[in-house]
């Protein structure tokens, strides 16, 4: 039996018991996504974000496992990052998406695709499209002018103005 260093053997046998966790072995899912499923008029600036339900194992949260492509299944160079406080994923393209155009985000599964921190895979990829607002085709306009069109006697110093109906680009 047991000795301790004095070789002095234990009294008696000595038994205990305890319970071991139960394994984590359900598949994380996908709560929400931005934009929504079928939204349209998306700005061209947006980041897609997919928010799961449990942790998630952030190495497993890449450009090769959440994903965007435009209609010519072409993928989108993007950023992707993990948030674990709040559990999101979210793809940043690198530019602006084209204006009118339907994309598809993807979050992969299986043994290559995104996995929460017990190693479970997402039981199926999670894909879902949205449609990029239309392009500004309307030329500015000057909605009024100071001085006003034909003016006399305008001080040589005077501040010279315009406004647009619209945001300009002030680089221009």
Same mark, same amino acid.
């Given at each position: 039996?047991?000795?301790?260093?004095?070789?002095?053997?234990?009294?008696?046998?000595?038994?205990?018991?305890?319970? &071991?966790? +139960? %394994?984590d /072995? #359900? =598949?994380?899912?996908?709560?929400?996504?931005?934009? !929504?499923?079928? *939204?349209?008029?998306?700005?061209?600036?947006?980041?897609?974000?997919?928010?799961?339900?449990?942790?998630?194992?952030?190495?497993?949260?890449?450009?090769?496992?959440?994903?965007?492509?435009?209609?010519?299944?072409?993928?989108?160079?993007?950023?992707?990052?993990?948030?674990?406080? &709040?559990? +999101? %994923?979210? /793809? #940043? =393209?690198?530019?602006?998406?084209?204006?009118s155009? !339907?994309?598809? *985000?993807?979050?992969?599964?299986?043994?290559?695709?995104?996995?929460?921190?017990?190693?479970?895979?997402?039981?199926?990829?999670?894909?879902?499209?949205?449609?990029?607002?239309?392009?500004?085709?309307t030329?500015?306009?000057?909605?009024?002018?100071?001085?006003?069109?034909?003016? &006399?006697?305008?001080?040589?110093n005077?501040?010279?103005?315009?406004?647009?109906?619209?945001?300009?680009?002030? *680089?221009?």
């Amino acid at each position: 039996g047991v000795k301790d260093s004095a070789a002095n053997a234990l009294v008696s046998d000595y038994n205990w018991s305890f319970t &071991t966790v +139960t %394994a984590d /072995l #359900t =598949p994380p899912t996908v709560t929400s996504v931005t934009p !929504v499923n079928g *939204a349209t008029g998306v700005p061209v600036s947006t980041t897609v974000t997919a928010i799961f339900n449990e942790a998630m194992n952030a190495a497993t949260i890449s450009g090769s496992t959440v994903e965007l492509r435009n209609p010519s299944n072409v993928l989108v160079t993007a950023t992707v990052s993990y948030n674990a406080a &709040t559990r +999101t %994923a979210t /793809l #940043t =393209p690198s530019g602006a998406l084209a204006n009118s155009t !339907v994309y598809t *985000a993807k979050i992969i599964s299986g043994s290559s695709g995104v996995k929460d921190v017990a190693g479970n895979a997402l039981a199926s990829d999670y894909t879902w499209s949205f449609t990029t607002l239309a392009a500004d085709l309307t030329p500015p306009t000057v909605t009024s002018v100071t001085p006003v069109n034909g003016a &006399t006697g305008v001080p040589v110093n005077a501040t010279v103005t315009a406004i647009f109906n619209e945001a300009m680009n002030a *680089a221009t």
